[in-house]
């Protein structure tokens, strides 16, 4: 499969262990809530984490249980992979945790979605510095591509977010 401008992604059909598998209730954040505390700052940084759900690793016992076959033979994942049956309350859980201090003080995430936020750039870059040093912490990686720094306005979560406020986003009005 191709996603739109996008790179080959290997596809696996995980429906029979995701029907064996207990669904985690760990909820998401409210996308409203984020979008109305994201709102009205002077300086924003949007980022999204480079192939998120593949930073984290896999229990070991688990591992087999994604085997597939190629023709090149028997594999199985390491990390977790995409169309597993938790994968986004796995990925909220762990950003919720890692960035519990953060999150609602310069800081808002949804799943791989990151907003930095600050009314001066003194703030703002204070914000984006704690940010980093917790994402190397972890190990965790961001996405060059996707990451736009220190503006007043930009798309998160399919609304355009900006100093005044929620404003419409131009590419959803026909």
């Not at 597993?84 to 799943?111: D, H, S, W």
Request: proline share 3%; net charge positive.
């Amino acid at each position: 499969m191709v996603k739109p401008k996008s790179k080959w992604r290997m596809c696996i059909d995980f429906t029979n262990l995701n029907k064996v598998c207990p669904k985690d209730s760990f909820p998401l954040s409210l996308i409203d809530r984020l979008v109305d505390a994201s709102a009205r700052h002077k300086y924003m940084s949007f980022m999204d984490t480079f192939s998120s759900y593949k930073q984290i690793l896999l229990d070991r016992g688990d591992q087999e249980k994604t085997t597939f076959i190629t023709e090149e033979g028997l594999f199985c994942f390491q990390v977790m992979p995409f169309g597993l049956k938790n994968v986004g309350a796995t990925y909220q859980r762990l950003v919720n945790k890692i960035f519990k201090v953060q999150i609602g003080n310069g800081l808002e995430v949804y799943v791989d979605d990151m907003l930095v936020k600050g009314e001066s750039i003194e703030e703002h870059v204070r914000n984006l510095s704690n940010t980093f040093v917790t994402l190397n912490a972890q190990g965790m990686k961001l996405n060059p591509e996707k990451c736009t720094f220190s503006v007043q306005a930009s798309k998160f979560l399919s609304f355009m977010i900006s100093k005044r406020g929620i404003e419409p986003n131009l590419e959803k009005i026909q």
